[in-house]
């Protein structure tokens, strides 16, 4: 069964401590792997990636997948409140554009 | 504005009601979905169409309904026979071609109450 699993469920830090949050993935016919951070709403997309150790950067946020050990982590440094939110992680699969959702790791950051 | 969009924002049902769920894309997207996201939990797949005319069955479709007869629209019909609705619905869009990577794009969400 194609499974994603994102951990921790729930991460409480403090304004400008850096946080890793880690997704992995048993998925056939994997295509790519996208995070979305989701605030109140909709899930806004933050990152794709579909090359193993390439970094991908956007300020304090980065990513990386692994294609072997079949996952990938989302840093945060200097974590400021507006980062508090529900960060998924997905996986698309070639087959039927089809996209499998991990449960989501909420953050709470406090000042 | 290229986006979608999803109606109404809150919806109030009673027990034994069918409702209806909009969503409408600009993007000219081919694929579409219908996720059900309950607290503390991420996005289950209710239905996905990728081409006009056909959608297929996701994750927990029982109790749903949906149809596809326009490209831009992918109305949801929660009906009677799913026992426990109340959940935030989301839909969201993507090209839907093996040639491209592709990527999600999400509507507001409608949260449907069963009173």
């Known amino acids: 069964e194609d499974k994603v699993v994102q951990s921790p469920l729930s991460l409480v830090v403090h304004e400008g401590d850096t946080v890793t949050l880690n997704c992995s993935y048993e998925v056939t016919n994997f295509r790519s792997l996208l995070w979305y951070k989701q605030e109140k709403k909709a899930p806004t997309f933050l990152f794709m990636l579909?090359?193993?150790?390439i970094e991908k950067k956007s300020g304090r946020l980065s990513s990386i997948l692994d294609k072997k050990e079949l996952f990938s982590i989302l840093n945060i440094t200097a974590t400021q409140t507006g980062d508090s939110a529900v960060y998924l992680c997905?996986?698309?699969?070639?087959?039927?554009?089809?996209?499998?959702f991990g449960s989501g790791t909420k953050l709470n950051v406090k000042p | 504005d290229g986006g979608i969009t999803q109606s109404p924002k809150y919806l109030f049902r009673k027990e034994g009601q069918n409702v209806t769920l909009s969503c409408e894309q600009n993007?000219?997207?081919?694929?579409m979905y219908w996720y059900r996201q309950d607290p503390g939990q991420g996005l289950r797949l209710i239905y996905y169409?990728?081409?006009?005319?056909?959608?297929q069955k996701g994750d927990i479709a029982e109790g749903y309904s949906v149809s596809r007869e326009k490209k831009e629209s992918f109305p949801l019909t929660v009906t009677s026979a799913q026992k426990n609705p109340t959940a935030f619905y989301l839909c969201?869009?993507?090209?839907?071609?093996?040639?491209?990577?592709?990527?999600?794009?999400f509507g507001p969400g409608t949260r449907l109450t069963v009173l």
């Open positions: 997905a996986v698309e699969a070639y087959n039927f554009n089809k996209f499998y």
């Open positions: 579909t090359s193993s150790g």
């Open positions: 969201a869009s993507s090209i839907g071609t093996s040639e491209y990577y592709n990527e999600q794009f």
């Open positions: 169409s990728q081409i006009v005319n056909d959608f």
């Open positions: 993007l000219n997207h081919d694929a």
